[in-house]
């Protein structure tokens, strides 16, 4: 949703980069752009006047004349007014100290109340309550029967003895529903009202009548992202009408320009406390001023990725994975295979790519990408006999033409994913071990560098495996290819770089090298 905001946040803070000192024109050029990217963006006037004022207020004092990188210093400023404008803080739900906790939904229809409060529902039995939800819109074509889906598949019951469809007495149900849930010891109650088509005063009252019967202890004024600057007119409309103690943003996976969210906490001087990020039921998270600030400079959300990976991940399968990747055993293609299907619970690999810093100068490239692909990798792997997995080198032309034909793929593909698979080991196994080495530059891993390097013992030369899927001819070439290192390790024994000091010939074949390199030996 902030991409085009973003992008054009990052591109004025890019002019900025190497001044070793800014001027009050090059502060007011930074301002004049921040202005028209937040207007474009639709974010409220007021709100804009306010938070460019401030900014350039900042930009213009010691803080900045003062500092080493003045561009850092700016887009610091304009971090931390961003976290302002867009709450401060996270705020906790109210709980009632006696339960059920009364949890009010309000909003325009349309903008999804009805989904949100199973997401609601299952986000609260993950943090180990015992919701309720509540049919309380009776006016909607199938919003009762539409909830009681919704909290089948989030796992959470449903209180609706009213069919609905225009029949029955919302006021009745709400009120009914909360000695219900005190009966029965569920300690939170989620109302689901009648949505509105604009301001409706009919069931704008209708919706304080059920607030004043239930006495909710948090009302959250469900927000479609997507309705731009008519967001602040609605929001204060409802403030006025029936009272919200909080904003819950919904659609912000969607391609609008996202004032609403840069501006309803600042007109309306009440919180966000969350924001559904998608469709499916686990969409949804607590809303973080700081972080989205984070994501909206491009700076990356990694305290929402790691929070999601430890809710994904056991800690004892991971540690695990870690120590095989260190080296203390063979990270094989079930082990990949594994830490997929973690991956993909996560929720999708785009949005997980966007949470990390700088992704916004890839944003083309995470366009473009295939969550499919991950499906084909994931039918390949399992096209695999648990040998072939545990030992991928067995894997022969026959065989991969099988898997290619079991997983409706290409041997094409099977190769490509054999050697991305390479790749992506040898590449963790450097990062296990210190990437490139500890030192400066990252050298320390290199041959002949780092303080120790003098007279330390060579390790001992490896073998070439074959990949031959006859096993008479394959451990016959296995047992040469040790007969050729034994002798190179005799010839280099005493050698500088491993090789000998001139009394005997060296071959390319004593090297144990690549096939296809004895053209650069003068052959």
Known sequence: MFATLSDRLTATFRTLRGKGRLSEADIDATVAQIRRALLDADVAVPVVREFTAKVRERALSAEVS????????????????????????????????????????AGLQGSGKTTLAGKLGRWLKEQGHTPLLVAADLQRPNAVTQLQIVGDRAGVPVWAPEPGNGVGNPVLVASAAVRYARAKQYDVVVIDTAGRLGLDAELMKQAADIRDVTNPHETLFVLDAMIGQDAVTTAQAFADGVGFTGVVLTKLDGDARGGAALSVAKVTGVPVMFASTGEQLTDFERFHPDRMASRILDMGDILTLIEQAEKTFDAAQAEEMANKIAGDGDFTLQDFLTQMQSLKQMGSMKKLLGMLPGMGQMREQLENFDEREIDRIEAIIRSMTPGERANPRILNGSRKSRIAK?????????????????????????????????GPGGMGALPGSGKKARGRTAPPPQVRKSKSGNPAKRASEEAAARQRATEAAKASAGAAFGLGRGDAPVSPEDLNLPGGLEKYFGR
């Not at 610091?76 to 006696?98: C, D, F, H, Q, Y």
């Open 66 to 105: 003062g500092a080493l990188n003045p561009g850092q210093q700016v887009v610091k400023i304009v971090n931390e007014e961003l976290i302002e404008i867009l709450g401060g803080s996270a705020r906790p739900l109210r709980l009632a100290k006696t339960p059920p906790t009364v949890i009010m939904l």
């Open 406 to 438: 079991g997983s409706g793929t290409t041997s094409t593909d099977v190769n490509q994913l054999l050697e991305r698979f390479e790749q992506a080991k040898t590449m963790m196994k450097s990062m296990a071990r210190g990437g490139m080495g500890s």
